[in-house]
């Protein structure tokens, strides 16, 4: 699976948008970029994924470069309830593969979301 | 309901002892999972079962073994705790077949003195 880069932190206003960035420049053709949040003292959740056309789904939007070697989670109107660690992850879809979904969780990056 | 659910939440124990960890899924998914998070939040893959079966072992010591009595259930049972045994370990389950989602049960906090 490709590695991921994300900033370790990042603070957003209440209210506000919070763009989580994460660059994935090895990514190969058949690897889709995911994205799952844990919020302290609970297991990640899944968030959003994508392969290469944005999607938008009901807790955020997820925007994929041309070139595929980064992207961008977009929480449109951060609440305090969404400080938690975000974690971007590469990896091969299991559709029709051996892979199983096993999923490798980089050190993600700290999102704080103030009043 | 809880999709995915653990016991214990939390289990503090001695060094030396033998313990084990449930899990149990309610999502009629073929996949399970256990991670262990370390006190530097990393958080890494040990074990996969599909449908009962063991399809990803990561180097994980042979003190530690999972048990899949069905697809609803994967248990770990890990012999002779060890200090570096203390983490968070996490219960996961996953349908596949293009159904990407994983969904992760609530933790199990393991401290051994």
């Known amino acids: 699976d490709a590695k991921t880069t994300q900033p370790p932190s990042m603070d957003c206003a209440e209210g506000r948008a919070a763009n989580l960035p994460c660059n994935h420049s090895t990514i190969s053709g058949n690897e889709y970029v995911y994205w799952y949040r844990q919020i302290h003292s609970q297991g990640p959740q899944y968030i959003i994924h994508?392969?290469?056309n944005n999607e938008t789904n009901e807790m955020a939007s997820l925007i994929i470069t041309e070139d595929r070697k980064s992207s961008t989670l977009i929480l449109p109107h951060a609440t305090l309830r969404d400080t938690a660690v975000y974690y971007c992850i590469v990896r091969i879809s299991n559709a029709g593969g051996t892979s199983y979904g096993k999923l490798t969780f980089g050190q993600g990056t700290i999102l704080t979301v103030h009043p | 309901d809880t999709a995915v659910s653990q016991t214990p939440k939390y289990l503090v124990t001695q060094m030396g002892n033998d313990k084990s960890i449930k899990c149990e899924q309610n999502l009629g998914h073929d996949t399970m999972y256990w991670y262990k998070q370390d006190s530097k939040k990393f958080l890494k893959i040990m074990f996969s079962y599909n449908n009962k079966e063991l399809i990803i072992n990561e180097t994980v010591p042979n003190r530690f073994s999972p048990k899949s009595p069905d697809k609803a259930h994967l248990n770990l049972h890990i012999n002779s705790l060890e200090l570096g045994d203390s983490a968070v370990y996490f219960c996961a389950s996953y349908q596949g077949s293009g159904r990407e989602t994983q969904y992760f049960g609530p933790g199990t906090r393991l401290l051994v003195l």
């Open positions: 994508g392969l290469k």
